[in-house]
């Protein structure tokens, strides 16, 4: 089967580093994405590895290591509005996606 | 106004009823799909279409319909609710080669009584 495997939650504190991973087991690869997603309203696109390495863009980073079918997004410098869900998402080939069921990252003072 | 818009954002309907979810976008994109969003699931693709004659099935289509009326037009149909479609529904677009993902509407947070 294919699948994808991110912790429900997490905690961290405003001005902060976190780490949300992502672990995949699918058919194939041809990318890997970060959304983020407010409660209540649509996933945004954050970034995009089809690559092995570190892909920064301002305070947020995204990493890929396709042999170990692992991610992880990294944020810097936590801010108040960064609280929301990370969802990891994997195309395996061809058109389809795959989510992950996301992560809830609540940003505390 | 939004690139990708859907309507309605709430609705609640009554078990066997018809429901449509509209969809329609500005981005110019050809690719449109539907999705599902459920508390603890990850989005699930319920259909998608590639252009206007090209309407496919995703994983989750059993109970849906789908209408792509125009290149920016993509419509859902409930054919008879059920209380199990209650979720989150969301439109999306993309380019072919997805290097900046899905372009997601607001959703429609549909509720079956």
């Known amino acids: 089967g294919q699948n994808i495997d991110q912790p429900t939650e997490m905690t961290a504190t405003e001005g902060a580093i976190v780490q949300i991973n992502c672990t995949y087991q699918t058919s194939g690869f041809n990318g890997l994405f970060w959304y983020q997603q407010h409660a209540g309203e649509a996933p945004t696109f954050l970034s995009y590895?089809?690559?092995?390495g570190l892909e920064e863009k301002g305070r947020f980073s995204s990493f890929l290591s396709r042999s170990k079918g692992y991610s992880y997004l990294l944020l810097k410098e936590l801010q108040m509005k960064d609280s929301a869900s990370y969802l990891c998402a994997v195309k395996p080939g061809g058109f389809k996606t795959i989510f992950g069921a996301g992560t809830r990252l609540f940003v505390k003072a | 106004d939004a690139d990708v818009t859907q309507t309605p954002r709430n609705r609640i309907t009554k078990t066997g009823k018809r429901i449509m979810l509209e969809c329609s976008q500005t981005k110019g994109h050809d690719r449109m799909y539907w999705y599902r969003q459920d508390p603890g699931l990850g989005l699930r693709l319920i259909y998608y279409s590639f252009d206007v004659k090209d309407i496919n099935k995703g994983e989750i289509s059993d109970g849906y319909s789908v209408s792509r009326q125009a290149q920016a037009k993509f419509s859902l149909s409930l054919e008879s609710a059920i209380p199990n479609q209650t979720a989150l529904y969301f439109c999306?677009?993309?380019?072919?080669?997805?290097?900046?993902?899905?372009?997601f509407g607001s959703g429609t947070r549909l509720t079956v009584v």
């Open positions: 590895n089809v690559l092995d």
């Open positions: 999306a677009t993309s380019e072919g080669q997805m290097n900046y993902g899905y372009t």
